[in-house]
């Protein structure tokens, strides 16, 4: 691991407000540089009463001006529900606004449910264009002739880094075949963890962005001052979780030392094979555990999440976190 990096989607929690929660996120943000994280992610969801990220550009906007020199980017943008050409001068904005600290991760999925998704896109193409999509914009974020038929302005010329964002082979494949960065959302999605890396490694062709692979894996990870206290805090992101796979989305929950009344055993069996790419506990348990999981996949970087109600205990835990990432890394020049 030559990286580490966090990803956050600006919870909003039970008890709070919007406003409340983009705020926090900027709080963390700075939190997050002065630690050596080298990205702040966001990510977009929609129709998602715990999830504050949905305009993500906005948002990144408002992380970038919060911050000096962190790399601030999506991790990611549902291109689908998008044109390319609108995403590349919102990112080409970006780029011009804060240079060299843009990232654009890119995901095939809607991020959202089916009627959303229809509320978002109005009109459903039965074709998927994602590839083509992710070459359109990647040459609007290029270099373009002045008299090219249609340009990104801001957008031509800058160059933003473009990422390929997946939780199964195809990511892994496109990315590959594109010669693009990697990253995989393990933090939620694991199942198919080992055999995307292996293809994204094994198909790589080396282009004028990338010349080797570079893959990025996500965990979440809770860390306190001990085992059970952790455990306690990362119980809002099991119940929100479990809420979620049963239809019943909201807030991010207060946390609770027992969920057994509320999550039926084979739920929560489902719940923790989902998340089950993470560490928690005090600083020796989570060293331990992300060593495990470090050895086991090899990443290049890895993004570190968090779903915990009180904002104070969020920073906490991302300070623990990042003392012993810090003793994980080794060097190399980063994507």
Same mark, same amino acid.
């Given at each position: 691991?030559?990286?580490?990096?966090?990803?956050?989607?600006?919870?909003?929690?039970?008890?709070?407000?919007? #406003?409340?929660?983009?705020?926090?996120?900027?709080?963390?943000?700075?939190?997050?540089?002065?630690?050596?994280?080298?990205? !702040?992610?966001?990510?977009? *969801? *929609?129709? %998602?009463?715990?999830?504050?990220?949905?305009?993500?550009? =906005?948002?990144?906007?408002?992380?970038?001006?919060?911050?000096?020199?962190?790399?601030?980017?999506?991790?990611?943008? %549902?291109?689908?529900?998008?044109?390319?050409?609108?995403? #590349?001068?919102?990112?080409?904005?970006?780029?011009?606004?804060?240079?060299?600290?843009?990232?654009?991760?890119?995901?095939?999925?809607?991020?959202?449910?089916?009627?959303? $998704?229809?509320?978002?896109?109005?009109?459903?193409?039965?074709?998927?264009?994602?590839?083509?999509?992710?070459?359109?914009?990647?040459?609007?974020?290029?270099?373009?002739?002045?008299?090219?038929?249609?340009?990104?302005?801001?957008?031509?010329?800058?160059?933003?880094?473009?990422?390929?964002?997946?939780?199964?082979?195809?990511? $892994?494949?496109?990315?590959?075949?594109?010669?693009?960065?990697?990253?995989?959302?393990? *933090? !939620?999605?694991?199942?198919?963890?080992?055999?995307?890396?292996?293809?994204?490694?094994?198909?790589?062709?080396?282009?004028?962005?990338?010349?080797?692979?570079?893959? %990025?894996?996500?965990?979440?990870?809770?860390?306190?001052?001990?085992?059970?206290?952790?455990?306690?805090?990362?119980?809002?992101?099991?119940?929100? !979780?479990?809420?979620? /796979?049963?239809?019943?989305?909201?807030?991010?929950?207060?946390?609770?030392?027992?969920?057994?009344?509320?999550?039926?055993?084979?739920?929560?069996?489902? =719940?923790?094979?989902?998340?089950?790419?993470?560490?928690?506990?005090?600083?020796?348990? =989570?060293?331990?555990?992300?060593?495990?999981?470090?050895? /086991?996949?090899?990443?290049?970087?890895? %993004?570190?999440?968090?779903?915990?109600?009180?904002?104070?205990?969020?920073?906490?835990?991302?300070?623990?976190?990042?003392?012993?990432?810090?003793?994980?890394?080794?060097?190399?020049?980063?994507?």
């Amino acid at each position: 691991m030559h990286q580490f990096s966090l990803l956050d989607l600006s919870p909003i929690p039970e008890g709070g407000t919007p #406003a409340e929660a983009l705020a926090n996120t900027a709080d963390l943000a700075r939190h997050a540089e002065s630690l050596g994280f080298h990205r !702040f992610w966001l990510a977009e *969801h *929609h129709n %998602m009463p715990g999830i504050a990220s949905a305009a993500t550009a =906005v948002v990144i906007g408002h992380v970038a001006a919060a911050t000096k020199t962190i790399r601030v980017g999506a991790g990611g943008i %549902m291109l689908p529900n998008h044109a390319p050409l609108m995403v #590349a001068e919102q990112f080409g904005t970006l780029a011009t606004l804060f240079p060299d600290r843009i990232d654009l991760g890119l995901g095939r999925a809607p991020g959202t449910d089916g009627v959303t $998704a229809r509320a978002l896109r109005r009109h459903m193409a039965p074709e998927d264009s994602f590839p083509q999509d992710v070459l359109e914009l990647i040459d609007y974020l290029g270099d373009a002739p002045d008299n090219a038929p249609v340009r990104a302005i801001p957008g031509t010329g800058t160059h933003v880094p473009v990422w390929i964002l997946g939780s199964s082979l195809y990511g $892994a494949q496109l990315a590959a075949w594109a010669g693009l960065p990697y990253a995989f959302a393990s *933090h !939620f999605a694991p199942g198919l963890l080992d055999q995307a890396l292996a293809t994204y490694r094994a198909q790589f062709k080396p282009s004028k962005h990338l010349a080797k692979p570079y893959a %990025m894996i996500a965990a979440g990870v809770f860390a306190a001052d001990t085992d059970e206290e952790a455990r306690f805090l990362r119980s809002s992101q099991l119940l929100a !979780f479990a809420r979620l /796979r049963t239809g019943r989305p909201g807030p991010l929950p207060r946390p609770r030392a027992d969920l057994s009344d509320e999550i039926p055993r084979p739920v929560m069996a489902q =719940v923790e094979a989902a998340l089950s790419v993470s560490a928690t506990g005090a600083p020796a348990t =989570v060293e331990r555990e992300l060593r495990a999981l470090l050895a /086991r996949y090899q990443p290049d970087e890895l %993004m570190i999440t968090a779903a915990i109600h009180d904002p104070a205990a969020r920073k906490r835990s991302f300070t623990l976190a990042a003392d012993v990432l810090k003793t994980l890394v080794t060097p190399a020049k980063a994507a």
